[in-house]
Every structure is written in C-alpha cells, then in structure tokens.
C-alpha cells in the first residue's frame, strides 16, 4: 500500500471550515484514499473514502486531485466535537485481508 | 445499541501470565480484525479473519492468536505476556463489499506490570 504523508497537527476556529491535507504520491491505479478520524479514548470512525472524483457525505467531503497524488478532507462547520486524530489511509481495492494501514495521522484542534 | 463491544475494558496483569480479550458485534458482518495502539498512538493490524481465512499481520508474535467461537466473536488470547504488550487493542468489524468501512470497538487497555 502506498505511503501517506500529513501534517502533526492543525488548529481549526469552531464554525469554520477544516481543510485536513494528505500527500499520497506514490499512489497506484487501483488503489483509494480512506478517511478515518479517533477521537479521544475511542475507537477509529470511518468517515469518507474515493477513489479519483470528489465525495461527500453526510460528514465530510473529500477532494482528490487530478494527479491522484493528494487528497484533502474537508470538514465544512467544524465542531469542538470534531477535535481528534484523521487519518488518511490509502489501500488498494483487493487488499488481503481488507487490512487498514495507519500512519501518524493529523491532529486536529477545533477551537472555539 | 453496542455495534462492537469489547471487554474487559481494562486488563491489568503480571507478566507471563495468558489473558483473553473477547470482541462481539451485532452488525451481522463477516469480517472481523484485531488492532494494536501502542503508546506512541501508531494503529497497527494484528489480524483479519473470517470464516473462511485468517490474515496475520507477519510482525505479530505466535504468542498472540484468535480464536473465533463463532461469526460475531473474535477473541484475542495472549500467551505468556510481556511488558511491550502493554498497549490498547481494538476489535473492528467490517461486511463483504464494504470493507473499507470498518466498525471499531471501544478498545481494551491492556497494562502488563
């Protein structure tokens, strides 16, 4: 699986939008970006994945460039509530196991 | 209603000894996995198994195995524990075609003094 690179850390003014940056450079063709986000002293949530166009959902929206070398997750009104650890996570489709490959991920402060 | 449920929630435990951490989800998938998180926060897979095949992560030592009773446990038993075991295991679920959404349970803090 191809390797992500992200920011440490972000800070965020509640209400606004979060724009989380990951870099996926050696991404292969058959392979999508995931998104996933822990909050404190939880498990891991699933939040968004796609595979070259934009997404979104019902909690974020995800845009992936052309090149398909980086992604951005973007949390539209950003809460206290989405103060935790993202994740991007990139694996192939027919990956053994189905198995998720984390990084450092980012930390993202959402302050008032 | 609890998707995925682990207990215990916490485990403290001398070393050597075998411990088991049990995992239940009532989401009726077929796939289940056990995660470590250690200290530093890094996520790592240890396992994916459903009835059909169990994956092993190569780094995880033999000391550490699943045992599935059934399609909505997958136990973790741990042999002859050591300090560097000492982290939080999640459980996670996830059912055929969507797999890249994965249930995770709210994880096991697991202390070996």
């Known amino acids: 699986d191809a390797k992500t690179t992200q920011p440490t850390s972000m800070d965020c003014a509640e209400g606004r939008a979060a724009n989380l940056p990951c870099n996926h450079s050696?991404?292969?063709?058959?392979?999508?970006v995931y998104w996933y986000r822990q909050i404190h002293s939880q498990g891991p949530q699933y939040i968004i994945h796609g595979l070259k166009n934009n997404e979104t959902n019902e909690m974020a929206s995800l845009i992936i460039t052309e090149d398909r070398k980086s992604s951005t997750l973007i949390l539209p009104h950003a809460t206290l509530r989405d103060t935790a650890v993202y994740y991007c996570i990139v694996r192939a489709s027919n990956n053994a196991g189905n198995m998720l490959t984390f990084g450092g991920g980012t930390r993202l402060m959402v302050k008032p | 209603d609890t998707a995925v449920s682990q207990t215990p929630k916490y485990l403290v435990t001398q070393m050597g000894n075998d411990k088991s951490i049990k995992c239940e989800q009532n989401?009726?998938?077929?796939?289940m996995y056990w995660y470590k998180q250690d200290s530093k926060k890094f996520l790592k897979i240890m396992f994916s198994?459903?009835?059909?095949?169990?994956?092993i992560n190569e780094t995880v030592p033999n000391r550490f195995s699943p045992k599935s009773p059934d399609k909505a446990h997958l136990n973790l038993h741990i042999n002859s524990l050591e300090l560097g075991d000492s982290a939080v295991y999640f459980c996670?679920?996830?059912?055929?075609?969507?797999?890249?959404?994965?249930?995770f349970g709210p994880g096991t803090r697991l202390t070996v003094t």
């Open positions: 989401l009726g998938h077929d796939t």
């Open positions: 050696t991404i292969s063709g058959n392979e999508y």
């Open positions: 198994y459903n009835n059909k095949e169990l994956i």
């Open positions: 996670a679920s996830s059912q055929p075609g969507h797999d890249y959404e994965q249930y």
